[in-house]
């Protein structure tokens, strides 16, 4: 049973560029999430996706954005890039039907703005 | 709004000493709390979890209380090992859904 996983595994831009990641859910899951994970920092909350709408959004401008597709697949995308996006972006996944509480995380894209 | 509190780390121990590392919450209502756990280079992993106040979670030796009148959700284990070594998230999940409101993780190192 494959986890969840995430593509690219590093991703170096520059400032003012446009960036997609990508992430798919553990098998069976309907909900996606995501965070970006300062470094040294806790994960802080961007935003969760559950049949195809973001349901929930943090304190993220609206440069963040995203997407998720019929088999419950999501994308990040990032717009006019800054310095201070340097991060590791972490998707996790859960089910909604039976379990909302637990998430599941991927190993995450480092993304590195120059 | 929802908060988490870690104690500061780093901690260092050796082989089999006991570990607590402390975590204490704010939020409204009844959340569910969780220990997570960041391995250099990798995501972050489920370790435990209590979803009721007098809830002990446990896992791989590593147990939490959720305790409601103090507000915390104290991580312990007994005899710690090397591969322990690692990075240890507190956090909550609210009212809201599924957000996850993270501490700031206690980085934990344990020397033979």
């Known amino acids: 049973d494959a986890g969840v996983t995430q593509s690219p595994t590093h991703l170096i831009k520059t400032r003012g560029q446009q960036v997609t990641l990508r992430c798919s859910p553990k098998?069976?899951?309907?909900?996606v999430s995501w965070y970006q994970q300062a470094l040294g920092q806790g994960p802080q909350f961007i935003f969760q996706?559950?049949?195809?709408?973001?349901?929930q959004r943090g304190n993220f401008p609206d440069r963040f954005s995203g997407h998720q597709f019929p088999n419950y697949s999501s994308e990040l995308n990032v717009n006019a890039l800054l310095l201070g996006d340097s991060a590791l972006y972490l998707c996790?996944?859960?089910?909604?039907?039976?379990?909302?509480?637990?998430?599941?995380f991927g190993p995450g894209t480092r993304l590195t703005v120059l | 709004g929802d908060s988490v509190t870690q104690m500061e780390g780093p901690v260092t121990l050796s082989e089999e000493a006991f570990l607590t590392i402390n975590c204490t919450y704010t939020a409204t209502g009844y959340p569910s709390l969780f220990w997570y756990v960041q391995y250099p280079g990798e995501g972050l992993q489920l370790l435990l979890k209590a979803t009721k106040a007098d809830d002990k979670g446990s896992n791989k030796g590593f147990e939490a209380t959720y305790r409601k009148e103090t507000t915390s959700f104290h991580l312990e284990k007994g005899s710690v090992q090397v591969s322990d070594s690692a990075v240890y998230f507190c956090a909550l999940r609210g009212t809201s859904y599924g957000k996850l409101t993270f501490g700031q993780g206690t980085i934990l190192t344990v020397h033979p």
């Open positions: 098998s069976g899951h309907d909900t």
């Open positions: 996706y559950y049949e195809e709408e973001e349901r």
């Open positions: 996790a996944s859960s089910d909604t039907g039976t379990d909302t509480d637990t998430q599941y």
